[in-house]
C-alpha cells in the first residue's frame, strides 16, 4: 500500500552534513507516523528519529540528539532527516519506515520499509 523510496546517501568527512529524504508513493502520507532507523554491520537496527502525524511530536536517539534532525511535509509526500556533525558511528545504512498506529521508537512495529540509503561518514 505504501512505498517508501530513501535518497540523499553518500560518502562525507567527519563533521560535515547530509540530508536524506523519503519519498512516499501515496496520497494518505498524513496517515503515518515516519522514523528513520539505521543498521551497522554486525549490529542490530536502531532507532535514529521518529516524528507523528503532524509533524509536532519527535523523537530522537541520545546518539544524535542536538546534530540531527527529522522533519515531515506532508504536501510532498516525504520525511527528511538533516544529519550534522557527523561522525564515523554514524555510519550505516539509513532507513525510512512508515508506522500506521502510533509513534513508535520498536522498529518491530512499522509496517513499510523503504530500501535503505548508505551513509558513510570517514574519520
Known amino acids: 500500500q505504501v512505498q517508501l523510496v530513501e535518497s540523499g546517501g553518500g560518502l562525507v568527512q567527519a563533521g560535515g552534513s547530509l540530508r536524506l529524504s523519503c519519498a512516499a508513493s501515496?496520497?494518505?502520507?498524513?496517515?503515518?507516523?515516519m522514523g528513520w532507523f539505521r543498521q551497522a554491520p554486525g549490529k542490530e537496527r536502531e532507532v535514529v528519529a521518529t516524528i507523528n502525524r503532524s509533524g509536532g511530536a519527535t523523537y530522537y536517539a541520545d546518539s544524535v540528539k542536538g546534530r540531527f534532525t527529522i522533519s515531515r511535509d506532508n504536501a510532498k509526500n516525504t520525511v527528511y532527516l538533516r544529519m550534522n556533525s557527523l561522525k564515523p558511528e554514524d555510519t550505516a545504512v539509513y532507513y525510512c519506515?512508515?508506522?500506521?498506529?502510533?509513534?513508535?521508537?520498536?522498529?518491530?512495529?512499522?509496517?513499510?520499509w523503504g530500501q535503505g540509503t548508505q551513509v558513510t561518514v570517514s574519520s
Open positions: 501515496g496520497r494518505t502520507f498524513s496517515y503515518y507516523a
Open positions: 519506515a512508515a508506522e500506521g498506529s502510533i509513534m513508535t521508537t520498536d522498529p518491530k512495529k512499522y509496517d513499510y
